[in-house]
Nanobody, 126 residues
Framework: QVQLVESGGGSVQAGGSLRLSCAASEYRSTVCMAWFRQVPGKEREGVAAISGGVGFKYYVDSVKGRFTISRDNAKNTIYLQMNSLKLEDTAMYYC????????????????????WGQGTEVTVSS
């Protein structure tokens, strides 16, 4: 059973930066992993994903150029570096993992992810 534990959330002013971490037990560098976020009353949204193996990266349009997803296989961890944060980035951020390595064009489909963390909250203020 894969367990995912997120950390790094917090409060930051608009324009600031945060780095989220997701530590995975039973970690495999070959699986697709992703970050999602959710605001109360709204659907969970895919933010970024990274494929297993060569590590193709995927981003939702609203974070391109500001967020970077990466993985450190030696530490069994993936990261989400968030720069130039905006008020609309405020959300609960969740780490997720598939059982397979390919993320693909459906990288942001929630049902494709088998394992989920408990979330870490990010609040961006003006």
């Amino acid at each position: 059973q894969v367990q995912l534990v997120e950390s790094g959330g917090g409060s930051v002013q608009a324009g600031g930066s945060l780095r989220l971490s997701c530590a995975a037990s039973e970690y495999r560098s070959t699986v697709c992993m992703a970050w999602f976020r959710q605001v109360p009353g709204k659907e969970r949204e895919g933010v970024a994903a990274i494929s297993g193996g060569v590590g193709f990266k995927y981003y939702v349009d609203s974070v391109k150029g500001r967020f970077t997803i990466s993985r450190d296989n030696a530490k069994n961890t993936i990261y989400l570096q968030m720069n130039s944060l905006k008020l609309e980035d405020t959300a609960m951020y969740y780490c997720a993992a598939r059982s397979g390595g390919i993320c693909g064009d459906d990288w942001n489909v929630i049902d494709n992810y088998k394992y989920w963390g408990q979330g870490t909250e990010v609040t961006v203020s003006s």
